[in-house]
């Protein structure tokens, strides 16, 4: 991004230099060059108070303004300002893992790519590799591999759900939800958790949508009635010419 409003900032007051803990915010990870743009000495959300302001984004204009942002104090003396204008095409990293565009709370539509390898649908890098029985099978690729067990781990928990309810509780653990949907984002967004928050992506509404599309439980849910169909079809007391055997052994 450059030559506009930066999307998000930081605000350190009353200090010099960013804290060790945030530098890396600033530090591009592929080239371990600094990559930010910064105002010393800047205003902020607190009167009378002046520190550093910075955005992990270079060739921005980075300023406070009241009435474009949004701000929240995310430790003692750490502020995070949000543009309440930005879009998510702001954050966009030059990758392509495709997915299903979501509709989120701060209104815009962010995409999540599929996660989830018990589906054929996994956007995820991956590999071909010969199993023991000189099978071709695919396998995530090893630094995709935590995400894509964590979105199966899912899955497969609401699966169980499924068959011991009928229904899957999509009321999971909030902070396992966002820990997976904040995951996969990053694999196409230049954004943390902490941003997200400031941009007010989350809401109640938007987990089960997100989730779903990381796992893309309809593909999900079409496997499971393939199979259901399959073992019916492999099971003679589910065909009604079929009279079975009573409790007794008897023919009925």
């Given at each position: ?6 999307p998000?900032?930081?605000w350190f007051?009353?200090v ?25 000495d ?12 910075i955005s ?10 009241e ?6 104090e995310i430790?003692?003396?750490v502020w ?6 930005a879009e ?12 299903v565009?979501?509709k ?14 018990l589906?054929?649908t996994?956007?995820?890098?991956l ?23 964590r979105?199966?781990?899912i899955?497969q ?5 499924l068959a011991?309810?009928?229904s ?13 949907i904040?995951d996969a984002?990053?694999l196409?967004y230049?954004?943390t ?8 992506v989350f809401?109640?509404?938007?987990y089960?949508?997100?989730l779903s ?25 589910t065909?009604?010419?079929?009279t ?7 023919k009925?």
């Amino acid at each position: 991004m450059s030559n506009g409003f930066a999307p998000i900032v930081y605000w350190f007051p009353g200090v010099k230099s960013v804290p060790d803990a945030y530098k890396a915010r600033f530090t591009d990870p592929v080239t371990g060059n600094d990559k930010f743009s910064a105002a010393r000495d800047a205003k902020g959300p607190v009167d009378g108070e002046r520190g550093i302001m910075i955005s992990p984004f270079d060739g921005c204009v980075v300023m406070y303004n009241e009435d474009r942002q949004r701000w929240d104090e995310i430790e003692e003396g750490v502020w995070l300002g949000a543009d309440c204008e930005a879009e998510p095409e702001a954050f966009r990293l030059d990758t392509d893992f495709s997915g299903v565009a979501v509709k989120m709370a701060d209104g815009h539509y962010w995409e999540l790519p599929i996660a989830n390898p018990l589906v054929g649908t996994c956007s995820l890098p991956l590999w071909h590799r010969l199993n023991k029985h000189r099978q071709w099978e695919v396998e995530v690729q090893a630094e995709y591999r935590g995400l894509s067990q964590r979105a199966a781990d899912i899955s497969q928990d609401l699966i169980r759900q499924l068959a011991e309810t009928g229904s899957p509780n999509v009321e999971l653990d909030d902070d396992r939800l966002r820990g997976i949907i904040v995951d996969a984002l990053k694999l196409n967004y230049n954004i943390t958790l902490e941003e997200l928050s400031a941009l007010r992506v989350f809401s109640p509404d938007t987990y089960w949508p997100a989730l779903s599309a990381i796992l893309d439980w309809d593909t999900q849910m079409e496997i499971l009635q393939a199979e259901d169909s399959e073992a019916s079809a492999l099971d003679p007391f589910t065909d009604p010419g079929n009279t079975g055997s009573t409790a007794d052994g008897e023919k009925e």
